[in-house]
């Protein structure tokens, strides 16, 4: 079958700072893959390109076999082909109540008359925004705000989410929330790239899995065996130091 996501020896960068060297990777539909690695491996830089955020200077970047990701940035292109991106930290409007942050986008997508189904189904994700949905959005906790943010990409059922980073800074409790609702969203049929610093939640949840290391990709595998692959990387690491 054709990959619904696909980079070919992919580099990219920002001015003369080159972050990926020949990257190539592939999710398959319905397929969930973690990239894992150390801060600084080029892990978020790789979310950017595989969202049209940011144009690779070289090699090929394709969505269900069709190469879109090549020339400036065109991350509207990959909306439209149903790859969506949940960038780390917290995109929420911060003046704006729960409601009208998610109405905001809702009403975009789906229209005035799909706008209450949309909201009944962001607060069937995550409950606590249905508790809080009169509350401004800035008052929220950070998991709260995290929660808000996803929920307006997840409503929309993508074919492909790329998840950046989701467990920054939040509490293990509110991690946990998350990686269950993105089960859910997977067991629906939505493929995942899961780019994650804290491994534990996304080896559990993804069937494979690849390592990132100074802007290439080490290695690729079951994501059962990614936690001693990691492991012997810090090893050789420390040794070699």
Known sequence: MTPILELRDVEAGYGPFRALFGVSLAVEAAEAVALVGANGAGKTTLARVASGLVAPSAGTVLVDGEEIGSGRPSAWRFVRAGVAHAPEGRSVFASLTVEENLALSFHRAFGRAGLAGALDRAYELFPRLGERRTQVAGTLSGGEQRMLSLARVLVESPRLLIADELSL??????????????????????????????????????????????????????????GAVLESRLFETGAAR
């Open 169 to 226: 800074g939040l509490a293990p409790m509110i991690v946990d929330q998350v990686f269950e609702t993105l089960g859910r969203i997977r067991a629906a049929g939505t493929a995942l790239l899961i780019v994650e610093q804290q491994v534990g939640h996304a080896l559990e949840l993804c069937d494979r899995a690849a390592v990132m290391e100074h802007g290439l990709i080490t290695w690729q595998g079951p994501s059962n065996e990614a």
